[in-house]
């Protein structure tokens, strides 16, 4: 069974401060992970995944699967950062290569950044 | 472009009663996911339609949970008859048709509350 885990639901940083959004998953194969993003009064929305390798409003996030876990990462927080932040695992080509959108998504941090 | 659509935003019921939830999928995306959200807990995937076909349905809690999707268009989501447990926010996602991952595109969701 595919698993994520956020154990912090709580996050609150100084602006400027650097901010480490953890996640662990458990997938028995070769999972696609994304984090999605819910600012406030807003929808959810994709921020980055792992296979793209790419910075998104000074986010990163690294996949390492010794240690099943791909942490969000950014070096100076913003106010506007402030948001609910999910980790989620896709199973992809292992699931069928059916139903890529069918994503396991962990409880979600909501992370602060204070002035 | 016009996002994912849902309604209504809020639906406040009775234990027993029917409620039809209803998602319009951005125009031309044949894949259209529910999820659903409980109070405290991570989002969980109820079902996935290609087009009009439920392609996986392994999320749905009970039968009392029915999903439709005629004409691959929009698509309703009905509790019959609601459950104290059912509250919660449901989300809809729908995403282009295409080889490897999808990008999730979700709709502000249906805040659902059974008394």
């Known amino acids: 069974a595919q698993r994520v885990t956020q154990p912090e639901k709580l996050l609150s940083v100084f602006k400027g401060a650097p901010v480490e959004l953890k996640c662990n998953y458990s997938?028995?194969?070769?999972?696609?992970l994304f984090w999605y993003v819910q600012y406030s009064r807003q929808r959810l929305q994709l921020l980055l995944r792992h296979i793209s390798r790419e910075s998104i409003k000074g986010f990163t996030a690294d996949l390492n699967k010794g240690e099943t876990s791909f942490h969000l990462k950014k070096p100076f927080a913003q106010e506007e950062d402030s948001a609910m932040y999910y980790c989620?695992?896709?199973?992809?080509?292992?699931?069928?290569?059916?139903?890529?959108?069918?994503?396991?998504f962990g409880q979600g941090t909501i992370l602060t950044v204070h002035p | 472009e016009a996002g994912v659509t849902q309604f209504p935003s809020h639906s406040v019921i009775e234990k027993g009663q029917t409620v039809t939830l209803r998602c319009d999928p951005i125009?031309?995306?044949?894949?259209l996911y529910w999820y659903r959200r409980v109070m405290g807990k991570e989002i969980k995937f109820l079902l996935h339609?290609?087009?009009?076909?439920?392609?996986?349905e392994s999320g749905m809690p009970n039968n009392r949970f029915l999903a439709e999707r005629t004409g691959g268009t929009y698509s309703t989501l009905k509790v019959q008859p609601a459950e104290l447990e059912d509250s919660g926010v449901y989300f809809c996602?729908?995403?282009?048709?295409?080889?490897?991952?999808?990008?999730?595109?979700f709709g502000s969701g249906t805040q659902l509350s059974v008394l």
């Open positions: 997938y028995s194969g070769s999972p696609e």
């Open positions: 996602a729908s995403s282009h048709p295409g080889g490897g991952w999808e990008k999730l595109f």
């Open positions: 125009s031309g995306h044949d894949n």
């Open positions: 339609f290609v087009k009009e076909s439920k392609q996986d």
């Open positions: 989620a695992l896709s199973g992809g080509a292992d699931a069928g290569g059916t139903s890529y959108g069918k994503l396991t």
